[in-house]
């Protein structure tokens, strides 16, 4: 069982490079970027310790929202001029979108930026929450509310591979149904960026 220690040693390592949404599609980088130059963002990958071992904060997004709807994601969102930091960025969209407050959860690291096929350059931070923090969604972004046990989601066994046909071609990305739940695209990227730090302790 994954521990808060073993994963503050596995932020602590060099970083091990951009990851993105053409990790397994190199070649379709180009055609989707079209020349633009990637946005910065920000998501919270919120850790919960229960009684079972660690589990991880996600949310379902709204099903009327016009991208990504009913998808699973981190809270967060694009850096906004105000913000001053991504890290910054992290907390506020977490305390807007799900009514986590800032002390209720302790940052203890960062995983490598992560680069989406809609040209966001994403910083995910990592943090430590208040298992007695209540979720109050914005129901105007987000569906639900949901945690998933660490230990499933950092085992590569429940890691596998699907695609989709996309205009520029046949796309390739990590899912990882666990549930009732489809985790994939860029949330299942970055912590499949979180299993990879963490297989160099063994």
Request: glycine share 10%.
């Amino acid at each position: 069982m994954l521990t808060f220690g073993k994963i503050e040693q596995a932020l602590a390592l060099e970083p091990l490079g951009e990851r993105s949404d053409f990790d397994l599609v190199p070649e379709a980088r180009l055609a989707a970027l079209n020349g633009r130059a990637p946005r910065p963002a920000a998501v919270l990958c919120g850790l919960v310790e229960r009684p079972a071992g660690i589990h991880v904060l996600l949310t379902k997004r709204a099903s009327h929202l016009k991208q990504h709807a009913g998808q699973i994601s981190f809270p967060g969102g694009k850096v906004d001029h105000g913000d001053g930091t991504a890290e910054r960025t992290a907390l506020r969209e977490a305390e807007e979108e799900v009514g986590l407050r800032m002390p209720d959860v302790r940052l203890i690291g960062t995983l490598d930026d992560y680069l989406t096929s809609t040209a966001f350059r994403v910083k995910p931070f990592v943090g430590i929450v208040d298992p007695g923090w209540l979720p109050v969604p914005d129901r105007n972004e987000v569906a639900e509310v949901f945690e998933a046990p660490l230990d499933f989601l950092m085992d590569p066994v429940n890691r596998v591979r699907h695609h989709y046909d996309s205009p520029t071609g046949r796309r390739h990305y990590y899912a990882m149904p666990w549930g009732d739940y489809y985790i994939w695209g860029a949330t299942a990227g970055m912590l499949k960026g979180l299993s990879d730090r963490l297989a160099l302790l063994r």
